[in-house]
């Protein structure tokens, strides 16, 4: 076997053990700190000397090493693959409940009167004018109210009832809100119904709510109250469109005229009219496990968004891998809900939970923890009340954890950061050989964990690699597991998911047991399962993988295929199989630029190391076939910038004006590559030259997906005037394009 390319996983350039706490604390400390210190690392040492014996017998790090490397998962012939879980494949969690509605009916059944859902009481939001004469909301709130796995199942029953009233055959639902239990009851309904879900996210605007209802032809849409605003007009541009259904308003102190749009739509209806319409519930579904059950479009990070038909065999099959392979999770477990419904990551995570009979507590990004910034000075955050035990997210949010304590460690004075320092380095390095560390736990580290409520057992990453750094930190200074999974739209989320027990990072796991893994050769990047460890492009195969995307089957005949039998998605990223059967991922097939001294750059192995610098809150790295060397697009942080700004002696507090500022440009040129250089990046894969944004990258403006995730098109074509200058330019004499 030859060896791969020398292209390396984020993991693999920051085997450092110090690397985080040298960014944590920066600097040199004065004599009498240093003294204190050494004084403690002296007391530490007697305390292990002391304690060597006990806890060789009582923590047992040899098995937890022996856990952590075993084997998880084995090739079935050859190094291509299929690669299967050494548990074996499954495709249901209980043989013959093989549809979403079967499966919640029968845990009903199990749990009647256990608590399922939990909404938080607003009680009063409060107007806060802004020096800029904004005004922002904030909530003061109350207790979490819970419904029944019996009083969702009857809510659920009444609106299938009402949908199959009023609804034509081969009708289609279109649920477009934020996250709450009003979503995931609807979407039950419909599943009961066996009426077909489009998804949309609630940050849509107009424009797209119309393509989607027109792509499908739905003829319902449910939305939140506060978002009827933006579907208002859509009545005329959607012909197919004939029934409004609005969620509960979250402020009552705003009510909705329902004669508003009367006129536009030939059904208008409350929720809880709705849920009135007809007097006897639907108690069991006619939808067979071949039933389209959602039509979930994608973020479309390389294009217009696709519709992946998902069928309720993809569900049910996502559902018995994710639940298989996240082992610690229990029925007396909550997890809060606040990340995108319409992502399918939340959809399954929140499936999942239900049938192992936790608690699903709902909240959003905005009123999530006691610094949240609709949460009102004084009133606890959603966790700190729910005090959550399985916390979900994606890396943006896992970056701005870190980064808000780091944030925090700089104010500290220099003894106290330097203790952080010790004990940090003490715990990663104890927990790395298998040891824990309750004293630390108690004395420091709890008391980051209560930034999300401080009894997490497990912290799950999704929606894009996580960086291994990051992945460590919430390990130490959150108190548990940080596990990262593995999968996309069109395998319903599912792939392969870390073990709770594996002590390295970077790491995405063995296969799920409804998938199999192969890899394709790709011969212009050198990646080959026969090199040494096996690299390819991954297809995942399965029971997960869905029926292909809505009205385009050229575009379903370009990515999934039959390999012996098995139905696959050809992903476009590239993956390495470990020793122990575990898959990581080096790199993606889009994401690569070959430059002319013709070696490929991994633009997400930059920008995953890059964003980790607490400058920028959003990185893009950009090559050409014909430059000979990297430019980044940045989007500064604005409270970093201003910082920075000030120690260069700059008076200037617009940041805006700031990013044109050519000695802030030069510094950051320089930050970028002190950082890349500690990141272990080649001198080839350090940005010469960055551009700092002047506009915050959201969903609204086109260059991000809701998860974040970069558009590279897009950006392409929106900053193609400033990639050529930044080519085009020698110097700092020529203008700026406008």
């Not at 013959?96 to 608590?115: A, C, H």
């Not at 904004?134 to 009857?154: P, Q, S």
């Not at 390990?475 to 597991?481: D, E, L, R, S």
Request: charged share 25%.
């Amino acid at each position: 076997m030859k060896k791969g390319p020398t292209v390396r996983s984020t993991s693999e350039t920051r085997t450092a053990r110090h690397w985080t706490v040298e960014k944590l604390v920066q600097g040199d400390s004065p004599l009498w700190v240093k003294v204190i210190i050494f004084i403690i690392r002296i007391w530490l040492f007697i305390y292990d000397y002391l304690n060597y014996i006990p806890y060789r017998l009582f923590d047992s790090p040899e098995r937890k090493k022996e856990r952590s490397s075993r084997i998880k998962a084995k090739s079935v012939g050859s190094p291509v693959g299929p690669w299967r879980n050494v548990e074996g494949l499954m495709n249901e969690t209980y043989p013959g409940i093989n549809t979403v509605d079967k499966l919640f009916s029968y845990v009903t059944k199990l749990n009647y009167d256990k608590q399922l859902m939990g909404t938080r009481e607003i009680i009063a939001i409060h107007e806060e004018p802004q020096s800029d004469g904004r005004i922002f909301e904030k909530y003061e709130m109350g207790a979490y109210h819970w419904l029944t796995y019996g009083d969702v199942d009857r809510k659920v029953g009444y609106l299938a009832a009402a949908l199959r009233k009023i609804a034509s055959d081969n009708a289609k639902v279109i649920i477009f809100a934020e996250t709450r239990a009003e979503w995931l009851i609807s979407a039950l309904a419909c599943m009961r119904a066996n009426i077909v879900i489009v998804t949309a996210y609630a940050t849509l605007g107009e424009a797209a709510i119309v393509e989607a209802i027109n792509d499908t032809g739905a003829s319902i849409l449910i939305t939140s109250a506060e978002l009827t605003p933006v579907v208002k007009g859509s009545y005329k541009k959607c012909p197919s469109l004939e029934t409004l259904i609005y969620l509960p308003v979250i402020n009552k102190n705003r009510t909705i005229d329902p004669t508003t749009f009367r006129d536009q739509f030939k059904n208008v209806f409350s929720f809880e009219e709705f849920e009135k319409l007809c007097p006897t519930p639907i108690e069991t579904s006619t939808a067979t496990k071949d039933d389209l059950a959602l039509i979930m479009f994608t973020s479309g990070t390389t294009g217009a968004p696709k519709g992946v038909m998902i069928t309720h065999e993809n569900l049910i099959g996502g559902i018995a891998g994710m639940s298989a392979g996240v082992k610690v999770i229990q029925r007396t477990d909550t997890i809060v809900c606040y990340l995108p419904l319409a992502h399918i990551f939340e959809l399954l995570a929140e499936l999942c939970c239900m049938m192992l009979l936790c608690r699903l507590g709902y909240s959003s990004a905005l009123t999530l923890h006691d610094r949240a910034p609709k949460i009102k000075p004084g009133t606890k955050g959603d966790c700190s009340v729910l005090k959550p035990t399985v916390v979900c997210g994606v890396p943006t949010i896992w970056d701005r954890v870190f980064k808000a304590v780091k944030e925090e460690v700089a104010t500290q004075p220099r003894l106290m950061q330097e203790l952080f320092k010790l004990y940090y380095e003490r715990k990663r390095a104890r927990y790395e050989e298998g040891y824990r560390s309750p004293f630390l736990d108690r004395l420091i580290f709890k008391k980051i964990s209560r930034l999300l409520g401080g009894q997490m057992k497990i912290l799950i990453s999704g929606g894009a690699p996580l960086n291994s750094e990051t992945q460590r930190f919430l390990n130490i200074c959150m108190c548990c597991h940080v596990i990262q999974g593995y999968g996309l739209t069109e395998t319903t989320a599912a792939a392969a998911i870390a073990d709770h027990e594996d002590l390295t990072t970077g790491s995405s796991g063995p296969p799920l047991r409804c998938s199999q893994l192969l890899l394709r050769e790709w011969q212009e990047g050198g990646y080959s399962p026969d090199n040494d460890p096996p690299q390819g492009e991954i297809l995942i195969g399965g029971v997960n993988v869905a029926k292909g995307y809505w009205n385009q089957p050229e575009r379903t005949a370009e990515s999934f295929l039959v390999i012996n039998g098995v139905r696959y998605f050809a992903t476009g990223d590239i993956g390495e199989m470990r020793e122990d059967g575990c898959l990581m991922l080096i790199d993606r097939k889009k994401d690569l630029v070959k430059l002319p001294h013709g070696d490929y750059i991994a633009l997400a192995k930059i920008e995953t190391a890059l964003i980790t610098l607490p400058l920028l809150d959003v990185v893009c790295v950009y090559g050409s076939p014909l430059e000979a060397y990297l430019i980044a697009l940045v989007v500064p942080n604005q409270k970093n910038l201003l910082k920075l700004a000030e120690e260069l002696g700059i008076t200037e507090t617009d940041w805006k004006k700031l990013s044109k500022n050519r000695r802030i440009i030069k510094e950051c040129e320089k930050l970028v590559t002190a950082h890349c250089l500690k990141n272990g990046l080649l001198k080839r894969e350090i940005p010469r030259k960055v551009y700092l944004c002047d506009e915050v990258w959201t969903p609204d403006t086109g260059l991000v997906t809701e998860a974040m995730k970069l558009k590279r098109l897009p950006i392409k074509r929106k900053y193609a005037a400033v990639i050529d200058w930044l080519y085009e330019r020698n110097g700092d004499g020529q203008e700026e394009p406008l």
